[in-house]
């Protein structure tokens, strides 16, 4: 991400220092357990059905 946006993820906004990698969480009960943890949600976000293209008046 430094490369592409200029945006370092591991330094700290509020301090300038360096953050860490604690560890990779690769499996969805993990992020499942996490997420309930800190009491966010942890269904996904209902995605509408694709419409199709406009149709105009004259056709």
């Given at each position: 991400m430094k490369r592409t946006f200029t945006l370092d993820v591991f330094?700290?906004?509020?301090?300038?220092?360096?953050?860490?990698?604690?560890?990779?969480?690769?499996?969805?009960?993990?992020v499942r357990a996490i997420l309930e943890h800190l009491g966010m949600p942890t269904a996904s976000a209902y995605l509408a059905p694709a419409r199709g293209?406009?149709?105009?008046?004259w056709c």
């Open positions: 330094a700290c906004l509020r301090c300038g220092g360096r953050r860490r990698v604690l560890a990779y969480v690769k499996r969805a009960g993990g293209p406009p149709q105009s008046a």
